[in-house]
């Protein structure tokens, strides 16, 4: 499965060794279900039911806390961790540049039309 957020790359059939990558379902309270849907970003539509966001999406305080963990002093291993119920996705998501391409866009219009002008 590939996570949802659009411009994202995770795929659960691609291991990592550095890194573990869990996927999330979207919640099924129809509010917050909007909210992850509206932070992936995709202009297609698609079943959540099916879809999934992947655990880098997520900040550590969107994580349940792992009191046994805690209080052993031992590091949480990353695919226990469950997320909070209220908990919505917020790191590494899809930034739209459109003015900056569209700026961009019309610096080398100017440029080329400049140079078109330009008598040789």
Do not use: W
């Not at 879809?51 to 997520?58: E, V």
């Not at 806390?65 to 031992?74: A, H």
């Not at 790191?91 to 569209?102: E, Y």
């Amino acid at each position: 499965m590939r996570c949802a957020v659009i411009g994202c790359k995770s795929d659960s059939r691609v291991k990592c060794a550095s890194e573990v990558i869990k996927f999330f379902r979207f919640p099924k309270d129809k509010t917050l279900n909007k909210v992850y849907k509206k932070k992936c970003q995709r202009s297609d539509t698609f079943e959540t039911k099916d879809a999934r966001i992947c655990s880098k999406h997520f900040t550590d305080e969107d994580y349940v806390r792992q009191m046994k963990y805690e209080l052993l002093q031992l590091p949480c291993p990353k695919n226990t961790r469950k997320l909070k119920a209220d908990a919505v996705p917020s790191l590494n998501l899809f930034k739209p540049s459109s003015c900056l391409s569209t700026c961009n866009n019309s610096d080398a219009r100017t440029r080329r039309q400049q140079k078109e002008n330009t008598p040789k």
